[in-house]
């Protein structure tokens, strides 16, 4: 039998403590699909998430993160237009500056007034639902 599983990733949030209102990261993909996106990527074979979540994050934006919490796991099979994934998403602090890396063309940072429009992904869900919990600390319920 063939057998056809979802492929797992993280999405890290990272909020930049250093700097005023604690904006986050956001990565201008290289690749298809195009646009901005929450720093992540794909989990190695024998990876722990959280190590994948600290790798991506540092590839991605040369930031070294400190994960502060697990914040909620999407699924959706058509999240990822290349195929079915699984994000765990984490949310994370750092400081310093940001510097575009690996699959990032660009990189900017945003306030929660300035994201821009054209996210990739469920990426505009995912920040919809963390700028609720940030802000209100009110947690999305689960889409069951």
Request: hydrophobic residues 35%; contains cysteine; glycine residues 6%.
């Amino acid at each position: 039998m063939n057998y056809r599983n979802p492929a797992p990733t993280v999405d890290i949030i990272i909020e930049l403590i250093d700097q005023p209102h604690r904006p986050i990261v956001l990565i201008e993909r290289l690749n298809s699909p195009f646009g901005w996106a929450i720093p992540g990527g794909f989990v190695d074979y024998g990876e722990p998430v959280e190590v994948a979540a600290k790798r991506e994050a540092e590839e991605e934006t040369s930031l070294q993160v400190e994960l502060i919490e697990q914040f909620l796991v999407y699924s959706d099979p058509s999240r990822d237009p290349r195929q079915h994934t699984i994000s765990i998403v984490f949310l994370a602090t750092a400081t310093g500056e940001p510097r575009a890396g690996d699959d990032a063309k660009g990189i900017g940072i945003f306030e929660s007034w300035r994201v821009p429009s054209n996210l990739c992904f469920d990426h505009d869900r995912i920040l919809q639902d963390y700028w609720r919990y940030r802000h209100y600390s009110i947690r999305p319920r689960l889409g069951i």
